[in-house]
């Protein structure tokens, strides 16, 4: 298994609260991503990074920001949480272009 | 964003018998990914398709990449309960790093 470790596992928080979730790599990856999974939409790209403080937007990046400090760190931040943001969320990995590997998620409840 | 539609959306199958999902996309796509997500994880990379008519094998897994590049099947023979879970399909987009996932077929074995 690719060394991704994601933190916390699991948040609630209230609405208009700021919210950061970790991802942390020991792989010595070069991209990392952030995800957010719901049903009926599957898997879709918020964030990425392409090296150190190298970062550009997905495809739902409305309302979160970004942040690559260091190579193994990718934290992502919901500026004021809205209910709509309650989701689970992954980070990937990848060396390559393509290939992407998983952390564990994390499962965001905003009320 | 890019549609990545995935069919059936769930099936229900006798263990021992094969299962055979495609995933098809607006537009033309240079590499196919299938992944697996069991329940509570992360989505687990099972094969990387990069050429037009390729065909790979990863054990009882096989997978093809279509003609026109629009789609892609995943075929598994022999299931066994511990093939039950969603497979995604993904494909990278045309511009950077950003990559889109179907929504998933959820696959149940009857033991």
């Known amino acids: 298994d690719a060394g991704i470790t994601q933190s916390p596992r699991h948040k609630v928080t209230e609405t208009g609260t700021p919210v950061t979730l970790r991802c942390h790599q020991t792989?010595?990856?070069?991209?990392m991503y952030w995800y957010r999974q719901d049903p009926g939409h599957g898997l879709r790209l918020i964030h990425y990074s392409y090296g150190v403080k190298d970062t550009d937007k997905g495809e739902v990046s409305d309302g979160y920001s970004v942040s690559r400090s260091k190579t193994e760190d990718f934290l992502l931040t919901l500026e004021s949480a809205t209910s709509s943001q309650t989701s689970v969320y992954f980070c990937?990995?990848?060396?390559?272009?393509?290939?992407?590997?998983f952390g564990p998620g994390t499962r965001l409840t905003v009320t | 964003g890019q549609q990545l539609n995935q069919s059936p959306q769930s099936m229900f199958i006798q263990e021992g018998e094969d299962v055979s999902m495609n995933c098809t996309s607006s537009s033309i796509f240079n590499t196919w990914l299938w992944y697996k997500q069991d329940p509570g994880e992360g989505p687990v990379l099972l094969i990387a398709?990069?050429?037009?008519?390729e065909l790979t094998s990863n054990g009882r897994l096989t997978a093809q990449f279509g003609i026109t590049r629009k789609d892609s099947f995943l075929n598994i023979s022999a299931s066994i309960p511990s093939d039950v879970g969603i497979y995604f399909c993904a494909g990278p987009g045309n511009t950077g790093n950003q990559f889109y996932f179907g929504t998933g077929t959820s696959l149940t074995v009857i033991p």
């Open positions: 398709l990069y050429k037009a008519g």
């Open positions: 792989e010595n990856h070069r991209y």
């Open positions: 990937a990995i990848s060396q390559t272009d393509y290939e992407q590997y």
